[in-house]
């Protein structure tokens, strides 16, 4: 539904932005290596990554890096415990396919975890207290000094993102008008 949301106000207010939206593999590392060989020739200055959940430790680690601005939605802190406990036959969050989360995708998180965010700069969490998977707390404190957009009540999947895109639009710069050059 973010995704959705976002690349339909890409479409109608910036068709000159390059959206990319992967269906990421199951295992952190082939993720990481498919999200790497894509990215390698992106121009940093002129990209940047969202993502949400598990998603946001990937656009965490993606953003560190390669040195781009990103913006977190409710973004896992620590996924190689948390999904410890779902080693096994599982659904995908957004639909009903099933996948296999195998026991060494644990050590895959762990290999690609960033230990210290650099540039907080560049990072905008929105983070919902009321989000019923992970700890706003922890969210919280991992991106302190970031700038943190903190919603009262909410719920993981931010299902009132609509009224959180223009943040995430201004944050991007993709308010402004595309220049020509």
Partial sequence: MKARLTAAWLAR?????????PQLPPSPAE?????NERLA???????AVIGSSLGGFYA????????????LLNPA?????DLEKHIGKTTAWHS???FFFRPEFIAELQAIAPAALTHRGRYLAIIAKGDEVLSWVEMSERYAGCRIKLLEGGDHALGD????????????SLDQPATSG
């Fill in 13 to 21: 207010y910036r068709p000159d932005i390059h959206w990319w939206c």
């Fill in 31 to 35: 993720a990481f290596a498919m999200l």
């Fill in 41 to 47: 020739t992106w121009p940093a200055a002129q990209s």
């Fill in 60 to 71: 965490t680690v993606i953003a560190e890096r390669f040195g781009l601005r990103a913006v």
């Fill in 77 to 81: 802190v620590s996924p190689a415990r």
């Fill in 96 to 98: 009903d396919e099933r």
């Fill in 161 to 172: 993102y609509a009224t959180h895109l223009s943040d995430v639009t201004g944050f991007l």
